[in-house]
């Protein structure tokens, strides 16, 4: 590693191992054919996270190769999103459908606003300035999907693979805290550290929960994680939720 600080040489070197066993674990169980966009998030955080094994942090290449990368990195977390609404609302095409659609509005006009400050000049006048101007405007943008997907399911009684539940709970949190983090950069060259130090931690322990929950048993086996504090009100909350799904249907029709 190039002129990392020790604890993220430690992380760095630890994340690569789980990454590669974890695309490995994908691949064999043929996850990389239902979770497609996943899979490819997965490859590129792996590859992303060599450039620093092999290039030296200070010079342009390093620079160059990380900005590339981060910038398809950014639009994997969109696609991750749709995707991970796309497994979640399988049973509820009309729901399904209207949430593609928002995401794909909020995306665009994200996309907008951030060209829009770059045009203006707000952000540092780097490429590197630019690139994380462009990547919080996109992110926080997906926060509020990733939020709403994680709260639907705590309400409401949606039996999922356990795959998918794994997918969505290790992609929320992994998610979150990184967008916390990039807003936190913000504050000061000193928290750069420790916050690199904590996104990476978290990161891997994403990945180690994700190499353990993830397996071809997991696609079978399905599960109810919202509304378990009253399972009476199952039957009702579905009931709903079908009666909305099917009236978003017909509206979608006409």
């Known amino acids: 590693m190039h002129q990392l600080p020790i604890e993220q040489q430690t992380l760095l070197v630890a994340e690569i191992a789980v990454l590669a066993a974890l695309c490995l674990r994908m691949w064999l169980a043929g996850l990389h054919k239902v979770y497609v966009y996943f899979f490819g998030y997965l490859v590129l955080e792996f590859v992303q996270a060599l450039i620093p094994v092999f290039v030296p942090l200070e010079s342009r290449l390093y620079r160059d190769l990380y900005v590339a990368s981060q910038v398809l990195l950014t639009a994997f977390y969109a696609l991750v999103v749709l995707e991970l609404y796309s497994k979640v609302l399988r049973d509820l095409p009309g729901i399904a459908g209207v949430a593609r659609r928002y995401i794909k509005v909020t995306l665009l006009v994200a996309i907008m606003i951030a060209l829009l400050f770059l045009r203006l000049g707000k952000t540092q006048a780097t490429v590197t300035g630019y690139l994380l101007s462009f990547e919080r405007t996109v ?95 199952e039957e009702k909350l579905m009931a709903q939720l079908d009666a909305i799904n099917a009236s978003l249907l017909r509206a979608g029709g006409k």
């Open 139 to 233: 992110m926080a943008s997906l926060v509020v999907f990733v939020l709403f997907v994680s709260i639907f399911l705590v309400y409401y009684p949606v039996p999922l693979g356990r795959n998918v539940i794994a997918y969505l709970i290790g992609y929320s949190v992994y998610f979150l805290t990184k967008a916390m983090a990039s807003l936190m950069m913000n504050f000061g060259q000193p928290w750069i550290r420790p916050l690199s130090s904590a996104l990476m931690a978290v990161s891997l322990g994403c990945c180690i929960f994700w190499c353990t929950a993830l397996g071809r048993r997991g696609e079978s086996k399905r599960m109810v994680v919202g509304h378990q504090w009253n399972p009476a009100d």
